[in-house]
């Protein structure tokens, strides 16, 4: 690691594993990518780049430090170490699937060599490396290789590493974000820790990959119990009256003990959303309710249901009517400038506009068209900005930093705005919720 001839193989090339793959090659490190999308291996061995946030130039860089992608399994043998960065989404049942984890895990298990370093990134339920990964790659190695546990043992080097991304978040360096790393055995974390230590600033280790997979949850859960706290409280604040908003920014004036948390349309992204359930299920093994999960959940699932509400209490005034209303969706990223729109609430709020006989349109300067998910199926394309008079209303589902809000309300008959976007605007057109 030192002397940055290991070898570092990046499984998933998608939000997470590409920005890995960047820091690796920024340090010189020879990086192989490995993705199934065969697009994707095709599009970055051409030095090209499918996430907006990543320019072609980056990875053309990155090539000069030896960058690949592929999507030869074989080329696992040939790596040092390997970082699994697939996704960890939820089934129909709202139940963990570990499919894309252990169909990677299949696909590596024959290629590992003794020493070798294996670390899962993706974010899961605790027991999922010792009691997932570990058995997997033992049993699918034709070597009869065993896991090195413990403080002496040898054998193939396994731990788990939580990703600490915060996707448009330009605040905090990449390379500052502490590392938490968890080792199957002491040689495991030594290794880890050698090889994450030369990107990031500070590795943090814990004791076992239990407790690295417990913190990223931790993490989350805190994330989505505060932000329902916040959209319950806002909720109750427009009955009484009150600008939740102008709560919390006296709030977090408090220099201890508070940390600010903003109300919205509901959770978006591949984490927030979804982690939390992971451990939900977990716990269900062990005949305990995560209550707060659940009622975060409820809370946070019903706000899109909220908005519609709002939408429609404001075409009352007007004496108007959900059906038959033009309405523009504002933004449809899961949160601000960036290019993502999993589990995005603005999703759920156009099917039921939609399911209410609106005529829905859309503008998001991230996503030119959006055709279908695994939750959606919508088929639109981004509408310009220039005859907003046409729209009974305009509905703000993410603040986009490139709209010129100012512009927006003069231009609209009505602006409904989940995110307080317009903040500072006075005008009777705008209805905050
Ligand atoms: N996006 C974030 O901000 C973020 C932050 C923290 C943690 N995470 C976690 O990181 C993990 C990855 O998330 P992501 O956002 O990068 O997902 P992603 O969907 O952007 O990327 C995953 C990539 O893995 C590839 N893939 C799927 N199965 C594969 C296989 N068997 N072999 C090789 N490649 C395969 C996909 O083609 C895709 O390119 C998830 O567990 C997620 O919860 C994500």
């Not at 993490?219 to 604040?237: M, P």
Request: with cysteine.
């Amino acid at each position: 690691m030192e002397t940055r001839e290991a070898r570092i193989g990046i499984v998933g090339m998608g939000y997470v594993g590409l920005p890995l793959a960047l820091l690796f090659s920024d340090e010189r490190f020879r990086v192989t990518g490995f993705d199934v999308d065969q697009k994707k291996v095709s599009t970055l061995n051409a030095g090209g780049s499918y996430i907006v946030r990543i320019l072609p130039a980056d990875i053309q860089e990155a090539h000069k430090s030896g960058f690949q992608a592929t999507a030869d399994y074989s080329q696992i043998g040939l790596m040092d170490a390997v970082i699994i960065c697939v996704p960890t989404p939820l089934d129909e049942h709202h139940e963990p699937d570990l499919s894309y984890v252990t169909g990677t895990v299949a696909s590596v298990a024959p290629f590992v060599h003794e020493g070798q370093l294996i670390v899962l990134e993706s974010t899961t339920y605790p027991g999922t490396t010792e009691e997932v990964v570990v058995p997997m790659l033992e049993a699918g190695n034709p070597h009869g290789l065993k896991v090195a546990r413990g403080p002496e043992e040898s054998g193939v080097l396994v731990a788990f590493s939580p990703e600490r991304e915060d996707p448009g978040n330009e605040t905090v360096a990449r390379h500052d974000i502490p590392k938490v790393v968890g080792g199957c055995s002491t040689a495991a974390a030594e290794l880890a820790s050698a090889m994450y230590g030369s990107i990031f600033g500070r590795v943090v280790r814990v004791s076992s990959p239990s407790v690295a997979e417990m913190t990223k949850l931790l993490e989350n859960i805190y994330r989505c119990v505060n932000i329902a706290l916040v959209n319950e409280l806002k909720q109750l604040c427009m009955r009484m009256g009150i600008d939740m908003h102008e709560v919390i920014d006296a709030a977090k004036t408090k220099p201890f003990g508070f940390q600010a948390f903003y109300p919205g349309p509901g959770l978006g992204g591949h984490c927030i959303p979804i982690d939390p359930f992971y451990l939900s299920w977990k716990a269900r093994e062990f005949d305990f309710r995560t209550r707060f999960i659940e009622l975060a959940g409820e809370v946070n699932t019903q706000m899109p249901y909220f908005v519609i509400s709002q939408i429609s209490a404001a075409l009352n005034e007007r004496s108007k009517s959900i059906k038959g209303s033009k309405i523009l969706v504002l933004g449809l990223a899961y949160k601000r400038d960036i290019d993502d729109l999993r589990e995005s609430p603005s999703l759920t709020i156009i099917e039921l506009l939609r399911g209410k006989g609106a005529i829905v349109a859309y503008n998001d300067p991230y996503f030119p068209t959006v055709g279908r998910g695994r939750h959606y199926d919508l088929n639109m394309t981004s509408v310009p900005l220039d005859d907003l008079a046409q729209y009974d209303a305009v509905v703000i589902v993410t603040d986009h930093s490139a709209y010129d809000y100012r512009a927006i309300v003069e231009q609209s008959q009505l602006v409904v705005d989940t995110r307080n976007a317009t903040k500072g605007i006075e005008s009777p057109k705008i209805v905050h919720c």
